[in-house]
T-cell receptor, first 113, second 115 residues
Framework: DQQVKQNSPSLSVQEGRISILNCDYT??????FLWYKKYPAEGPTFLIS?????DKNEDGRFTVFLNKSAKHLSLHIVPSQPGDSAVYFC????????????FGKGTRLSVIA | GAGVSQSPRYKVAKRGQDVALRCDPI?????LFWYQQALGQGPEFLTY????????KSGLPSDRFFAERPEGSVSTLKIQRTQQEDSAVYLC?????????????FGNGTRLTVT
């Protein structure tokens, strides 16, 4: 049973527009969420995170929103750039940090110039 | 470089062969993690070390999988009697603190193909 779900395998967005990547989770014990970005033939790199005590975290062009009641989070990228084209993974963990980070299957973002 | 280094980058093994995958974490990082990423899937947890102690191996899929980190630095993931379903990218990650309390720094992975 997938605890972290990214239901859109791919997304195409025009350069300069907003990219919105979505993630749903089923485990209500999750309290910390992260987004990772992955280029081909490279490992995932950390992008941004959010704790369950917040509903928004912003870092430059990247903003993550958390809706705990809906068990949903989203990553907004604005404005989107061609270099943002990559696979984005949502990840979650629970508790005090002694349980494994659980990843979704990823969404491939293509930003078209 | 200062990142997590994994070797080899690519490994082709015939079914039934044993393989060993190496991970050099970032110097000084306490925690080390192994993940398996099958094609089209997200990374799935295999095992976690804090220094030389293997604190969690709940994700290892079978007793054919074995990991070690004898001196608390370099780690090796060994797969015995490889099967086709073992074909995947094996990712190693490290972090400076204990447990999962800081973002993981991933290596570029080893792509294992079992024929």
């Amino acid at each position: 049973d997938q605890q972290v779900k990214q239901n859109s395998p791919s997304l195409s967005v025009q350069e300069g527009r907003i990219s919105i990547l979505n993630c749903d989770y089923t485990n209500s014990m999750f309290d910390y969420f992260l987004w990772y970005k992955k280029y081909p033939a490279e490992g995932p790199t950390f992008l941004i995170s959010i704790s369950s005590i917040k509903d928004k975290n912003e870092d430059g062009r990247f903003t993550v929103f958390l809706n705990k009641s809906a068990k949903h989070l989203s990553l907004h990228i604005v404005p989107s750039q061609p270099g943002d084209s990559a696979v984005y993974f949502c990840a979650a963990r629970r508790g005090s940090g002694n349980t494994p980070l659980v990843f979704g299957k990823g969404t491939r973002l293509s930003v078209i110039a | 470089g200062a990142g997590v280094s994994q070797s080899p980058r690519y490994k082709v093994a015939k079914r039934g062969q044993d393989v060993a995958l190496r991970c050099d974490p970032i110097s000084g990082h306490v925690s080390l993690f192994w993940y398996q990423q099958a094609l089209g899937q997200g990374p799935e947890f295999l095992t976690y070390f804090q220094n030389e102690a293997q604190l969690d191996k709940s994700g290892l899929p079978s007793d054919r999988f074995f990991a070690e980190r004898p001196e608390g630095s370099v780690s090796t993931l060994k797969i015995q009697r490889t099967q086709q379903e073992d074909s995947a990218v094996y990712l190693c990650a490290s972090s400076p603190r204990q447990g999962w309390n800081s973002p993981l720094h991933f290596g570029n992975g080893t792509r294992l193909t079992v024929t």
